[in-house]
Antibody
Framework: QVQLVESGGGVVQPGRSLRLSCAAS????????MQWVRQGPGKGLEWVSM????????LYADSVKGRLTISRDNSKSTLYLQLDSLRAEDSAVYYC??????????????WGQGTLVTVSS | DIQLTQSPSFLSASVGDRVTITCRAS??????LAWYQQKPGKAPKLLMY???TLQSGVPSRFSGSGSGTEFTLTISSLQPEDFATYYC?????????FGQGTKVEIK
């Protein structure tokens, strides 16, 4: 079945870096754009970043632009999110999601289980 | 950016109740609206896309409607497993924003 598994979260000091991974299985990864969404503690969902199926296009939320970098390795069916210059407000559960966009229909499904990033000194 | 405002933010209801959640967009979103259900400690789960199309496996007590800038999610008869937080999302343009969420709790 279609599955996304995130990893790489942890506790990191402000200003440091972290790389998150999202391993995909059960579908042809290279055919789909992918998304990252985050959720701060006790907060709602915030869209973070998108990457096209071939990595040729990337988009970012203004709140993370210049500090987070999305990438993918289609040969490994893996999505990445590089988090640099981390701030306390980046503390969140980070979810990856498969983006379906076909015939005018769009949605995020499935989502991974999430990986927790805590930025704290 | 397109803002989505959900109402109410919190509602208390009983099993068997009919529940309606509203999602208002700050501008038109061409029916590119999805609804997700999230339970504590779990990832969001897609319920519906394109305003009213149920995702496979989602019970028919869930329905969606609306157009333009106002949309609704209705649960016709609330079941114990439906107590969760619900989010709308616009997928018309980036950033693909979410509403702030509606938490449905047991009365």
């Amino acid at each position: 079945q279609v599955q996304l598994v995130e990893s790489g979260g942890g506790v990191v000091q402000p200003g440091r870096s972290l790389r998150l991974s999202c391993a995909a299985s059960g579908f042809t990864f290279s055919h789909y754009a992918m998304q990252w969404v985050r959720q701060g503690p006790g907060k709602g969902l915030e869209w973070v970043s998108m990457i096209s199926h071939d990595g040729g296009e990337t988009l970012y939320a203004d709140s993370v632009k210049g500090r987070l970098t999305i990438s993918r390795d289609n040969s490994k069916s893996t999505l990445y999110l590089q988090l640099d210059s981390l701030r306390a407000e980046d503390s969140a559960v980070y979810y990856c999601a498969k983006f379906y966009d076909y015939s005018g229909n769009r949605w995020f499904d499935p989502w991974g289980q999430g990986t927790l990033v805590t930025v704290s000194s | 950016d397109i803002q989505l405002t959900q109402s109410p933010s919190f509602l208390s209801a009983s099993v068997g109740d009919r529940v309606t959640i509203t999602c208002r967009a700050s501008q038109g979103i061409n029916s590119h609206l999805a609804w997700y259900q999230q339970k504590p400690g779990k990832a969001p789960k897609l319920l519906m896309y394109a305003v009213s199309t149920l995702q496979s496996g989602v019970p028919s007590r869930f329905s969606g409607s609306g157009s333009g800038t106002e949309f609704t999610l209705t649960i016709s008869s609330l079941q114990p497993e439906d107590f969760a937080t619900y989010y709308c999302q616009q997928l018309n343009s980036y950033p693909m924003t979410f509403g702030q969420g509606t938490k449905v709790e047991i009365k």
